[in-house]
């Protein structure tokens, strides 16, 4: 069995690109600082076009889109290459589309009344978004008790501080976060900066371990 995509690392970098050529030399630097997992948002015009170049220039990446709304979206990004979609929320079409793709998802949810919904249609890993803002830890804590088979990626509000308080909960699997991509070194192309960060995060793997 493939592993789950919440195991492959304890950080999903969420990228937004403005320019397709930034898209290979950002993937080698996040793939080169141990965070092989890259969520391309469909936020902008060349998402598709950066992830397809992801897809067929750096092959040890795992690149999957986010930002997935509809099912043209979930057609396309496959398409392109993407080996896993990320949606901010869920409905049955979208979730139809997501599941007929083949490739794993990851439904967004901030309520309990959405993570029972998944859990009745069989789904058991999913997002939790915005995280800090539905409710951070203290919400995740919250539907452990209850709800033990969901399992989370907390995006939205996330970064180096408060990342392993999200990573020692159990029924969270990895956290979804920009800090390693700061704009204005997305901006200079300063691709080992990035890697530095990326390398930084990864290792929160190390201090999960140990808490």
């Given at each position: 069995?493939?592993p789950?995509?919440?195991d492959?690392a304890?950080v999903?970098?969420?990228?937004v ?8 030399p950002?993937?080698?630097a ?6 092989p ?5 469909l936020r ?6 950066a992830?397809?170049?992801?897809a067929?220039?750096?092959?040890e990446?795992?690149?999957?889109a986010?930002?997935?709304i ?9 398409a ?6 990320v949606s901010?929320g ?5 979730l ?7 490739v794993?998802f990851?439904?967004?949810?901030s309520?309990t ?5 998944l ?9 939790f978004?915005p ?13 452990a008790g209850p ?5 989370f990626c ?6 180096p501080e ?7 909960l ?5 956290v ?7 704009a ?8 080992g900066?990035?890697?530095t960060?990326?390398?930084e995060?990864?290792g929160?793997?190390t ?5």
């Open positions: 069995m493939a789950s995509l919440l492959l304890p999903v970098p969420v990228v690109l403005e320019d397709a050529s930034d898209a290979v950002l993937a080698r996040l793939v080169a600082g141990g965070l997992a890259i969520e391309v948002t902008t015009p060349v998402a598709l076009d992830i397809r170049a992801i067929g220039e750096v092959p990446a795992v690149v999957g986010g930002t997935v509809t099912p043209d979206q979930v057609t396309e990004t496959v392109a290459g993407a080996r896993f979609l901010p869920w409905t049955d079409v979208l139809a589309a997501m599941r007929a793709s083949g794993p990851l439904p967004g949810v309520t009344s959405e993570v029972v919904a859990l009745e249609r069989g789904v058991t890993e999913m997002k978004f995280a800090e803002a539905a409710g951070g830890t203290a919400y995740l804590k919250s539907l709800l033990p088979q969901a399992r907390p995006t939205g509000g996330i970064g408060n990342a392993p308080e999200y990573l020692s159990p029924n969270v699997g990895c979804g976060g920009t800090w390693m991509l700061p204005d070194a997305i901006a200079a192309r300063d691709w900066r990035v890697e960060l990326a390398r995060a990864a929160l793997k201090l999960r371990a140990q808490v």
